[in-house]
């Protein structure tokens, strides 16, 4: 075929090549199909698994509208025999501005369907997901990868087709690439979700993960880098779907499911304040349980379930037998947790800890780094802790959120973007816990 002139042709071209390469094929443009015959017909597209290889695995043509030289873009592959130029694994005839209905769209429909020929119309919305479709599905004829991300990026900034970005994921779950082991699939969704403002993936994200939790046989629970979020990921991502669910049901059914991966931790229930096992058991206990379970206060907040996850932080803490100052990381986060849950209890607890065994200032509160950070239960205690630490006594349950005011701020992400960097994205750990706890001191005054 002559070169192509038409942005809208150029424009689909340039987007398939990309297509191409972020699934792993070797791909070319205007390419001879006798290299050394002159008068060769040529090829728009071609995508090979390797440039090594002679013949390639699909082939593209794109056409502006259907002219008389359409059906000769076929031809000049499926006419010749196999030995001398073998059929690809498929090939996609693309009409980039002419609906389908024409006769000479119909014909090659006809005759060439059965020799893993298929035509497709842009104008048509239909047909434009079932070309990507298609493109996908023959893909995984021959391999289980692509660069999710990398796809994503693309058609969020140059997709020609009329397929929009939550599709895509859904052409992807359909076709079952988020259940092969190694996929990555969550964990590059919460990444993409991270970084992203579209609402509609959101909404999209919080629906897959009720199926993928509720629906899904088969789960490849993703590897995250974070060691505890691969142990018992799905906390957090039902504590996602209780925070932002606006129906009432997803109360007890949410509940009921972190009950059931309560009960079924090995080798004893979550959440259980077994000290003295090992050394990183205790680090858990004493530097991650107290996150996870004011982001389930957080989740629950204004329900007797909320409560209920306050008091099992209530519960690590007391047990625990480390000097107290070891303990100061757990008991500011119950302060917060507790005044979430309502749970007055708590509160006294931590505040009897914090004011009369340790010493506060409120100062503290505005040193998020500090608050935040883990301090090893093996390792000395930080040496300049006596600069931080006072004789001003926490406040009274009730007058809490008079007394936090001053030192309440904005976080720089919104809770579902701060949840999903600190349980999942290690690379963004840190920044995401400061930002999850400005949020958890807001929710604590409300």
């Known amino acids: ?10 424009a689909c ?20 199909m006798f290299p050394s015959e002159k008068t060769s017909p040529i090829l728009d597209m071609a995508w090979r698994r390797n440039s090594t ?67 497709y119309s842009l104008i048509d919305k239909t047909a434009s997901a079932k070309l990507f479709y298609d493109v996908l599905e023959q893909h995984f004829r021959i391999s289980q990868s692509l660069d999710f991300l990398s796809l994503l990026s693309l ?66 629970w993703p590897d995250y880098e974070i060691s505890t979020s691969t142990a018992y990921s799905e906390v957090p991502h039902l504590a996602l779907l209780k925070l932002f ?3 009432e049901r997803s109360l007890e059914k949410v509940f009921k499911q972190l009950r059931i991966v309560e009960d079924r931790f090995k080798p004893w229930p979550l959440w259980e304040p077994n000290f003295g096992l090992s050394r990183d058991y205790d680090n858990v206990l ?37 000097p107290k100052r070891y303990n100061l990381f757990g008991w500011i986060w119950l302060l917060i947790a507790s005044q979430i849950s309502n749970d007055e209890l708590s509160y006294k607890s931590a505040q009897q800890e914090i004011s009369q065994e340790i010493g506060f200032n409120l100062g503290l509160m505005k040193n998020l780094v500090f608050v935040t950070e883990e301090i090893s239960v ?64 807001l929710l604590s005054t409300t």
Request: proline share 4%; net charge negative; hydrophobic share 40%.
């Open 378 to 441: 093996y390792e000395e205690p930080y040496k300049n802790i006596d600069l931080i630490l006072g004789g001003n006594l926490i406040p009274d349950f009730s007058e809490w959120s008079t007394w936090i005011q001053p030192y309440l701020s904005q976080p720089e992400k919104d809770l579902l973007k701060s949840i999903i960097g600190v349980f999942f994205l290690i690379e963004h750990f840190e920044q995401s816990k400061i930002d999850f706890l400005k949020a958890c001191l």
């Open 53 to 119: 290889e002679k013949f390639p695995l699909f082939i593209f043509e794109f056409e502006s509208i259907p002219t008389k030289s359409a059906p000769d873009n076929v031809l000049k592959v499926f006419s010749r025999k196999t030995n001398i130029y073998p059929k690809p694994l498929f090939f996609f005839h693309v009409f980039v501005e002419q609906k389908m209905d024409t006769d000479r769209i119909k014909s090659l429909q006809e005759n060439y369907d059965k020799l893993n020929y298929s035509a």
């Open 245 to 247: 669910s606006s129906d």
């Open 1 to 10: 075929m002559g070169e192509h002139k038409k942005n809208k042709v150029l």
């Open 155 to 220: 058609f969020e900034n140059d997709c020609p087709l009329d397929i929009e970005i939550e599709e895509l994921c859904q052409m992807l779950i359909e076709l079952g690439f988020d259940q092969i082991e190694g996929s990555r699939f969550l964990e590059f969704f919460e990444q993409y979700l991270y970084f992203s403002d579209n609402v509609k993936m959101k909404d999209f994200y919080l629906d897959y993960i009720e199926k993928f939790i509720f629906s899904y046989n088969h789960k490849p």
């Open 286 to 322: 004493l530097f991650e349980f107290p996150i996870y379970l004011t982001m389930l206060c957080v989740s629950f907040k204004n329900t007797k379930y909320g409560f209920y996850f306050s008091r099992k932080l209530h519960n690590i803490m007391r047990k625990s037998k480390y």
């Open 13 to 32: 071209i340039e987007f398939f090549h990309e297509v191409g390469e972020i699934l792993g094929y070797a791909v070319t443009e205007e390419e001879y």
